[in-house]
């Protein structure tokens, strides 16, 4: 498995669309910058608000969204699933390794991510904040990343359900777009639920990860039990009762 690894994740990191992706992320972080900087005068509190959202509004799909057709379209198109099975790799080990492979092109993007920001903001003088920063960014976009990963696992049920990454990729993109969590929220407002103040999208992985990032770490252990352990197992269960299309 660690040939396969090491394969998948140079595959990934070479891949064209993932490239220019990371190309724009880069070109859209330096904008932000410059029109912090110079039209709104903002400080470096400015700046790290900002780039906290653009990581939470944008990168959660510009990253995931190549991460996950990198790692799962091409499985299927070029037939390198079926060819690992072939060599003798379980069905189990293959979804494994690459939710693993998700996971660590995740962070490794994300954590890529923050370093390039804060050299972005001490080039345009918030250099006296970039300890504060670094350590801001750093818990910030981990939760960005368990984002990714969380909603990714999902989508993941759909992919090998039914061999097909399209299905799966818009999944993922209705869940990290906040389309389900915008739908969820306005369930508040249904009699039902505003008489007994309940929040249905507080169930959602992002609002979750929010409550964790803000202290609450207990919260972490029913986030990976429903949004990742469950999912994976499903995935596995169904996979394993799925014929192979060769």
């Known amino acids: ?3 396969t690894y090491r394969a998948d994740l140079g595959r990934v990191l070479r891949k064209p669309s993932f ?3 990371n190309i724009i992320n880069i070109i859209i972080m330096l904008i932000a910058a410059i029109i912090i900087k110079t039209v709104m005068k903002g400080d470096s509190n400015m700046f790290a608000g900002a780039f906290s959202i653009i990581g939470d509004m944008v990168f959660t799909l510009s990253i995931g969204i190549p991460i996950f057709t990198t790692i799962f379209a091409d499985d299927f198109n070029s037939k390198a699933m079926q060819a690992s ?3 003798g790799l379980s069905r189990t080990k293959l979804v494994l390794c690459r939710f693993i492979e998700l996971v660590v092109l ?5 954590y890529a991510y923050v370093l390039i920001i804060t050299l972005i903001g001490c080039i345009f003088g918030y250099g006296s904040a970039a300890g504060d920063m670094l350590f801001d960014f750093f818990k910030n976009f981990s939760g960005y990343s368990l984002v990714i990963i969380c909603y990714a696992a999902i989508a993941m049920i759909a992919v090998y359900a039914l061999q097909n990454a399209t299905f799966g990729l818009v999944i993922y993109i209705l869940l990290t777009s906040k389309v389900l969590g915008g739908i969820l929220a306005g369930l508040s407002f249904v009699p039902f639920f505003a008489k007994h103040n309940i929040n249905p999208s ?3 992985a992002s609002e979750i990860i929010i409550k964790i990032l803000g202290g609450k770490v207990l919260y972490l252990i029913p986030l990976l039990i429903g949004y990742v352990v469950v999912p994976l197992f499903i995935t596995i269960t ?3 009762k799925k014929e192979l299309d060769f």
């Open 1 to 3: 498995m660690r040939n």
């Open 19 to 21: 490239i220019i992706m």
């Open 85 to 87: 099975i072939g060599f």
């Open 106 to 110: 995740s962070y490794l993007v994300m």
């Open 202 to 204: 507080a169930i959602i």
């Open 238 to 240: 169904v996979f394993k």
